[in-house]
């Protein structure tokens, strides 16, 4: 349960700073573009950033899905399992 939790708080934080990161003034002045010349165009390309943005709204997806499938098995009642023998037959 716990475990679950903590992914829907990784897929939904990772989803966030995917999709905003990219075009945010900390994107173009960062260590990789000082330190390696030729990265800086590839970076701050549209479409580079709107594929890393596309990651984080799968995340968000992901973590949308999994919090549905969390919430849906904790309000549904357990099914008996093929060892589960019935009330009555006894």
Same mark, same amino acid.
């Given at each position: 349960? *716990? /475990?679950?939790? =903590?992914?829907?708080?990784?897929?939904?934080? +990772?989803?966030?700073?995917?999709? @905003? !990161?990219?075009?945010? %003034?900390?994107?173009?002045?960062?260590?990789?573009?000082?330190?390696?010349?030729? *990265? /800086?165009?590839? =970076?701050?390309?549209?479409?580079?950033?709107? +594929?890393?943005?596309?990651?984080? @709204? !799968?995340?968000?997806? %992901?973590?949308?899905?999994?919090?549905?499938?969390?919430?849906?098995?904790?309000?549904?009642?357990?099914?008996?399992?093929?060892?589960?023998?019935?009330?009555?037959?006894?």
């Amino acid at each position: 349960m *716990l /475990g679950r939790l =903590l992914l829907v708080i990784y897929y939904v934080e +990772a989803g966030l700073l995917l999709l @905003v !990161v990219p075009w945010s %003034a900390f994107w173009e002045r960062n260590l990789f573009v000082e330190r390696i010349p030729w *990265l /800086g165009p590839a =970076l701050t390309n549209h479409f580079v950033r709107g +594929a890393i943005s596309g990651v984080g @709204v !799968v995340c968000l997806a %992901a973590a949308i899905v999994e919090l549905t499938t969390f919430v849906v098995s904790r309000f549904q009642a357990p099914t008996p399992g093929p060892d589960h023998e019935p009330l009555g037959s006894r």
